[in-house]
């Protein structure tokens, strides 16, 4: 099983800019396809964007243009970039593995996620 820790959240207003990261334990991250998933209360969970392990992005339409996901192996590290941040963005984010929300919901134990908050 592999560990997250989800950190970069906040309370910012619409426009606005954060940086998500997540730390994943073990030594095997560089081989695994990962993602942003994110859940506001009262919806369903939703896959935000995905990289492979060869660097390949894929992001929900609601965040492309927005968001930039990326990996740094050497760190264990995934980032998430989000620019111009909207009040339908809030929302807990979490890392995991996998390229689906299905391949995403199993196995390894769920992080604390990050809060993210767009309001003005």
């Known amino acids: 099983q592999v560990q997250f820790v989800e950190s970069g959240g906040g309370l910012v207003q619409p426009g606005e800019s954060l940086r998500l990261s997540c730390v994943a334990s073990?030594?095997?991250?560089?081989?695994?396809?990962m993602g942003w998933c994110r859940q506001a209360p009262g919806k369903l969970r939703e896959l935000v964007a995905t990289?492979?392990?060869?660097?390949?992005?894929n992001y929900a339409d609601s965040v492309k243009g927005r968001f930039t996901i990326s990996r740094d192996n050497a760190k264990n590290t995934m980032y998430l970039q989000m620019n111009s941040l909207k009040p339908e963005d809030t929302a807990v984010y979490y890392c995991?593995?996998?390229?689906?929300?299905?391949?995403?919901?199993?196995?390894?134990?769920w992080g604390r996620g990050t809060q993210v908050t767009v309001s003005s």
């Open positions: 995991r593995r996998g390229l689906t929300i299905a391949a995403m919901t199993g196995g390894d134990p």
């Open positions: 073990g030594s095997s991250f560089s081989r695994y396809a």
């Open positions: 990289i492979t392990s060869g660097g390949s992005t």
